[in-house]
């Protein structure tokens, strides 16, 4: 069973910056893929970026390229994803997520946290 927990949500003003974290507990991580997602009142839920847990490979939605940063500190099971230059757009839930190596599909998830973008 895998338990993923994430924080660093809250208000921010537009142009500000957050930080998100996701730690991961009760298993080895060691080939997962782990994933930030989110979703908007309304709207689909959108990948923003992935990184493999080895640290190796990174990528991101173009909405979020150069101002989102995906990183993953294996010494403490924590997947960060920074975020500069908010905008409004950028107002959503945001999800961790887990996909095991040979998955297609992210079967762990965090419970969200809410990241609200103020202008």
């Known amino acids: 069973q895998v338990q993923l927990a994430e924080s660093g949500g809250g208000l921010v003003q537009a142009g500000g910056a957050l930080i998100l974290s996701c730690t991961a507990s009760?298993?080895?991580?060691?080939?997962?893929?782990m994933g930030w997602f989110r979703q908007a009142p309304g709207k689909e839920r959108e990948l923003v970026a992935t990184?493999?847990?080895?640290?190796?490979?990174?990528t991101y939605a173009d909405s979020v390229k150069g101002r989102f940063t995906i990183s993953a500190d294996k010494a403490v099971n924590t997947v960060f994803l920074q975020m500069n230059s908010l905008k409004n757009e950028d107002t959503a839930v945001y999800y961790c997520?887990?996909?095991?190596?040979?998955?297609?599909?992210?079967?762990?998830w965090g419970q969200g946290t809410q990241v609200t973008v103020v202008s």
């Open positions: 997520a887990g996909r095991p190596l040979g998955s297609v599909d992210f079967g762990s």
């Open positions: 009760g298993r080895s991580f060691s080939r997962f893929t």
């Open positions: 990184i493999k847990w080895s640290g190796a490979g990174t």
